[in-house]
């Protein structure tokens, strides 16, 4: 079991080391509200990993390789992608640095969702965690123990990793002006557009 744990470090730290949209918003998030919020956003993020590796272990993932289903969850997905990025780019609300000291109920529940939502509503999550998970049991024979151990590693190295990024950010807000988080919030939300953009091209355009 503890070795299973440890070879899940590996696919954690690789995974990890992809720039898409949900670190682009967890960066933002972190900086325009603080760092126990933006950890409040990751809770929610790393459970819609979850709720994607148990999907695809009880067997819907023949589900989202229908070819018949995969269109439209690509298109949707990439569709709620751009809308956010577009949203976030044309942006220009002043951000207020110290609102880390407003840690309210609502806020934290709207947080959570907005992580696990939004990280779900990217197909190639849904779609990565489909497939990596059929790789990856077939070398554990079923054992429901190991199959847990391993997992569990990768989303554990995950999720700290991504606490490090919101760390990262929160420290560094404290040199950037308002203008400076008004660019950024251009280059996060373009980032997401094109992220989108480029979801839907290659799986429904040049499919």
Same mark, same amino acid.
């Given at each position: 079991? #503890?070795?299973?744990?440890?070879?899940? #470090?590996?696919?954690?730290? $690789?995974? /990890?080391?992809?720039?898409?949209?949900? =670190?682009?918003?967890?960066?933002? %998030? /972190? &900086?325009?509200?603080?760092?126990?919020?933006?950890? $409040?956003? +990751?809770?929610? $993020?790393?459970? @819609?990993? /979850?709720?994607? #590796?148990?999907?695809?272990?009880?067997?819907?993932? @023949?589900?989202?390789?229908?070819?018949?289903?995969?269109?439209? $969850? =690509?298109?949707?997905? @990439?569709?709620?992608?751009?809308?956010?990025?577009?949203? %976030?780019?044309?942006?220009?609300?002043?951000?207020?640095?110290?609102?880390?000291?407003?840690?309210?109920?609502?806020?934290?529940?709207?947080?959570?969702?907005?992580?696990?939502?939004?990280?779900? !509503?990217?197909? !190639?999550?849904?779609?990565?965690?489909?497939?990596?998970?059929?790789? /990856?049991?077939?070398?554990?024979?079923?054992?429901?123990? +190991?199959?847990?151990?391993?997992?569990?590693? %990768?989303?554990?190295?995950?999720?700290?990793?991504?606490?490090?990024?919101?760390? !990262?950010?929160?420290?560094?807000?404290?040199?950037?002006?308002?203008?400076?988080?008004?660019?950024?919030?251009? &280059?996060?939300?373009?980032?997401?557009?094109?992220?989108?953009?480029? #979801?839907?091209?290659?799986? &429904?355009?040049?499919?």
């Amino acid at each position: 079991m #503890i070795e299973a744990f440890f070879q899940g #470090i590996v696919p954690g730290l $690789i995974l /990890s080391a992809a720039i898409g949209p949900v =670190f682009f918003m967890l960066v933002q %998030t /972190s &900086i325009q509200r603080g760092f126990r919020l933006a950890l $409040i956003m +990751e809770f929610g $993020i790393i459970m @819609s990993d /979850s709720f994607c #590796i148990l999907c695809a272990y009880f067997g819907l993932a @023949s589900f989202f390789q229908n070819p018949a289903y995969q269109n439209i $969850i =690509f298109s949707v997905g @990439s569709g709620v992608l751009v809308i956010f990025g577009l949203v %976030t780019f044309l942006s220009h609300k002043k951000v207020n640095f110290n609102v880390d000291e407003e840690f309210k109920k609502g806020d934290k529940t709207k947080l959570f969702w907005r992580g696990f939502l939004f990280n779900i !509503s990217n197909p !190639s999550v849904i779609f990565f965690w489909m497939a990596f998970v059929g790789l /990856s049991l077939p070398r554990f024979s079923n054992n429901h123990t +190991e199959v847990a151990a391993y997992f569990f590693g %990768t989303l554990l190295t995950v999720f700290l990793i991504d606490i490090l990024k919101a760390w !990262s950010a929160d420290k560094i807000k404290k040199y950037m002006t308002q203008k400076a988080m008004v660019n950024f919030n251009k &280059i996060a939300g373009l980032g997401i557009s094109l992220f989108g953009v480029f #979801i839907f091209i290659k799986q &429904i355009i040049l499919k």
